[in-house]
């Protein structure tokens, strides 16, 4: 079946650590985005990209970077700069990103701890 | 711009009762909405999709949202909640660029 894959489910980490999130889908998508989820705030974008070797800033683009070498992958890293980077983070694929009427479909996440 | 506003973050309802999950949007031209479900500690899943072809848009599990432009409005609703619909769902505003809700959890109680 296809899908997204996330991994690892939980992590943690000591303050001062760069981490890094994997994110690898075999549906085909072009579009693939990386949301952070924090409790009674929804869903807010981290980053995105639209195509291999290109990807733009979301809204809470700072202390995170990441990559787009593969289709089928999109790894987040979260720096030491992330002032707050406890949460739960989300990779979600679609069609086309400029097509306002395809829905994401999203991986199962990863909960990020630092401490 | 879009945005989108999820009145109640929190809804009980008893097993059997109807559900309504109240969402208002905000756009300037028209947009493609949806509703996503989310159990815990997994990803969002699709529950259905408004994109102009109809007004009141059928899901899976029983749901459905009525699209009423003039109160900017896309409420989702089930006539009879079921204890597996406890869940937060999620209403998403989309033109090129998807924006989510702040989230409604629905408890459903025995």
């Known amino acids: 079946d296809g899908g997204i894959t996330q991994s690892p489910k939980y992590l943690f980490r000591k303050e001062g650590q760069n981490v890094t999130l994997s994110c690898e889908q075999n549906?085909?998508?072009?579009?693939m985005y990386w949301y952070r989820q924090d409790p009674g705030q929804g869903l807010r974008l981290i980053y995105y990209?639209?195509?291999?070797?290109?990807?733009q800033k979301g809204d809470i683009a700072e202390g995170y970077s990441v990559s787009r070498e593969k289709k089928e992958s999109f790894p987040l890293t979260v720096t030491s700069a992330q002032k707050n980077p406890t949460a739960f983070y989300l990779c979600?694929?679609?069609?086309?990103?400029?097509?306002?009427?395809?829905?994401?479909?999203f991986g199962n996440g990863t909960r990020l701890t630092v401490t | 711009a879009q945005s989108v506003t999820q009145l109640g973050s929190h809804v009980s309802v008893s097993e059997g009762a109807l559900v309504l999950l109240r969402c208002n949007y905000s756009?300037?031209?028209?947009?493609?909405l949806f509703w996503y479900v989310q159990y815990p500690n997994q990803g969002l899943q699709l529950l259905l999709k408004?994109?102009?072809?109809?007004?009141l848009v059928k899901g899976i599990n029983g749901f459905e949202a009525e699209f009423k432009k003039s109160e900017t409005s896309f409420h989702l609703t089930k006539p009879s909640a079921h204890m597996s619909d406890a869940a937060e769902y999620f209403c998403?505003?989309?033109?090129?660029?998807?924006?989510f809700g702040a989230g409604t959890r629905l408890t459903v109680k025995p």
């Open positions: 990209s639209q195509i291999v070797n290109d990807f």
């Open positions: 549906l085909n998508h072009d579009a």
């Open positions: 756009s300037s031209v028209p947009p493609y």
């Open positions: 979600a694929s679609s069609i086309m990103r400029d097509s306002g009427n395809s829905p994401l479909h």
């Open positions: 408004y994109t102009s072809a109809a007004t």
């Open positions: 998403a505003v989309s033109t090129n660029d998807m924006r």
